[in-house]
């Protein structure tokens, strides 16, 4: 089945201890992206991916990190999070030139 | 990205079609429309996109004014699977750039049994 899958679905965790969300796709995609998702705030672009070693920064990329090593993997790095980095996040592909984006399930993280 | 206006909130009764207007006045002319939905909390799913021909598929019609400064999605036999907060969104096609997807307020829509 082609699709994007996040991991883990639920993390909560402590202020400053490094966590990695992993985003992967099945579908041969060129494009990836990264948004987070706040009440009142809609849906945010934090980073995104246009190929391999192709990065660059969205609307909100500040205590973030990306890297794209392989074309199906996109993992989103929190180096040392905080409570304002509690959100609800998605991962998504695309094919370029493709009709649309397909998102993951999501990952709800709490920074306590 | 052409700015977007939905109206807030929208019922629909089970069964029956429902509507969901977008005004898009400031689209440009290589600007397509997408719709997206997203079911509570879950990733936002694509259901159409059109530049401005009428469109078609398994999920929706997308109808475009000729003028191309708004359109309707169709969801012809609305089920309670349906409620969800839909967005309308304007944009250039994926080609070339893989900038966000600008997700505004969006229309809830609750279909009712």
């Known amino acids: 089945e082609a699709q994007v899958t996040q991991n883990p679905r639920y993390l909560i965790t402590v202020t400053g201890k490094k966590l990695t969300v992993t985003c992967s796709q099945n579908m041969n995609h060129e494009y990836m992206s990264w948004y987070r998702q706040d009440p009142g705030l809609g849906l945010r672009q934090i980073y995104y991916s246009m190929n391999v070693e192709v990065t660059d920064k969205g609307d909100v990329p500040e205590g973030y990190k990306v890297s794209r090593k392989e074309k199906r993997n996109f993992p989103l790095i929190l180096e040392s999070p905080s409570p304002n980095q509690t959100s609800l996040y998605f991962c998504?592909?695309?094919?370029?030139?493709?009709?649309?984006?397909?998102f993951g399930s999501g990952t709800r993280l709490t920074v306590v | 990205d052409a700015k977007t206006t939905q109206p807030p909130s929208m019922d629909c009764a089970e069964g029956r079609a429902a509507n969901l207007p977008c005004n898009h006045s400031t689209i440009s002319g290589n600007e397509y429309v997408y719709w997206y939905r997203q079911i509570h909390s879950q990733g936002p799913q694509y259901i159409i996109h059109g530049l401005k021909n009428n469109e078609t598929n398994e999920m929706a019609s997308l109808i475009i004014t000729e003028d191309r400064k708004s359109s309707t999605l169709i969801l012809p036999h609305a089920t309670l699977r349906d409620t969800a907060v839909y967005y309308c969104?304007?944009?250039?096609?994926?080609?070339?750039?893989?900038?966000?997807?600008?997700f505004g307020s969006g229309t809830q829509l609750t279909v009712l049994p």
């Open positions: 969104i304007v944009r250039l096609l994926l080609s070339g750039s893989a900038r966000q997807l600008t």
């Open positions: 998504a592909s695309s094919l370029r030139g493709g009709r649309g984006y397909t």
